[in-house]
């Protein structure tokens, strides 16, 4: 994607997505002779969320189910643990 779009899926704008090129901690995936910059997805996305915890989302539909609610944290949480994510749970007791 050109850097507009980019910056606004970054939440920036393109004067700080050209200096982060520029200190060469975030290059565009490919640059035509004219200078336009296109971004990879994916590369940007993990640059602005690096530091964001790994989101987890546990719900149970009664509240009869308080039990499969805390082994379905207690199953995310260890899994992100086990790949070493930063982690911030969300429960919902319906």
């Known amino acids: 994607?050109?850097?507009g779009e980019a910056a606004r899926l970054h939440g920036t704008d393109p004067v700080?997505?050209?200096?982060?090129?520029?200190?060469?901690e975030l290059l565009p995936?490919?640059?035509?002779?004219v200078g336009t910059c296109y971004y990879d997805v994916s590369e940007l996305m993990g640059y602005s969320n690096e530091a964001a915890?790994?989101?987890?989302?546990?719900?149970?539909?009664?509240?009869?189910?308080?039990?499969?609610?805390?082994?379905?944290?207690?199953?995310?949480?260890?899994y992100?643990?086990?790949?070493?994510?930063r982690t911030q749970v969300i429960r919902k007791n319906a």
């Open 1 to 3: 994607m050109k850097i």
């Open 16 to 24: 700080t997505l050209r200096k982060s090129e520029s200190t060469g």
């Open 29 to 33: 995936a490919r640059k035509t002779k």
């Open 53 to 78: 915890p790994t989101l987890c989302y546990c719900r149970v539909s009664s509240h009869d189910q308080k039990p499969d609610l805390d082994r379905q944290q207690e199953l995310l949480e260890a």
């Open 80 to 85: 992100c643990s086990i790949e070493g994510w």
